[in-house]
């Protein structure tokens, strides 16, 4: 084996991609092997998006990628060149809560609220897609999302309450 190979610096083998994050264009170097959740979270310390199990299994670190939920932990950085990620961060305009935080603050839809951003992004995902018409359809719809402390009554109720007005951004 190569020992130059072994003593490489990581930067020489960064990628610069362009992604929209939270409504700003950037520009970031990244390793091929850095996730979005460690991109995310390290580089550009947006520290809503949580790191759960790591294994695409809790839903805590879900955001909205072009819209669609999805596990930042399972997605490679570089594969996301030129998407538009949204944050838990990026939920609110200004001072302004988006409806569905507004509707957990309302319904007490967190405990300790560790898993409250991947739900909010999964949530706020769930009403764009336009599927999830029920109570049962919105359970089974947010069933990627963990909840360790048992608020799922609550977050469900949020969520319908915001279907309900039709409310979605």
């Known amino acids: ?4 190979t072994l003593d490489t610096p990581a930067d020489t083998y960064a990628i610069t991609i ?9 520009r970031l170097p ?3 092997w850095t996730t979005l959740l460690d991109l995310l979270r390290e580089q550009e310390g947006l520290t809503g998006t949580k790191k759960g199990c790591d294994h695409g ?6 955001v909205l990628i072009d819209g669609k939920r999805v596990n930042s932990c399972l997605t490679l950085a570089v594969s996301r060149d030129g998407a ?3 944050t838990v961060e990026g939920l609110a305009e200004g001072d302004r809560l988006h ?3 507004q509707a957990f603050i309302d319904h007490d839809a967190f405990q ?11 949530a706020v995902g769930l009403l764009a897609e336009g599927k999830a018409k029920s109570r049962d359809e919105v359970r089974e719809m947010m069933s990627g999302n963990i909840c360790r402390c ?3 009554t609550n977050i469900t109720d949020a969520v319908l309450e915001v279907l309900g007005e039709g409310s979605v951004k």
Not at 1 to 4: I, L, Q, V
């Open 1 to 4: 084996m190569d020992t130059a």
């Open 18 to 26: 362009g992604l929209t994050i939270n409504g700003q264009q950037r």
């Open 30 to 32: 990244v390793e091929p």
């Open 57 to 62: 299994q809790c839903g805590a670190c879900t």
């Open 84 to 86: 538009d990620v949204r």
């Open 99 to 101: 409806p569905l935080q």
């Open 112 to 122: 300790c609220g560790y898993c409250t951003p991947g739900q909010l992004c999964s």
């Open 150 to 152: 048992g608020a799922y």
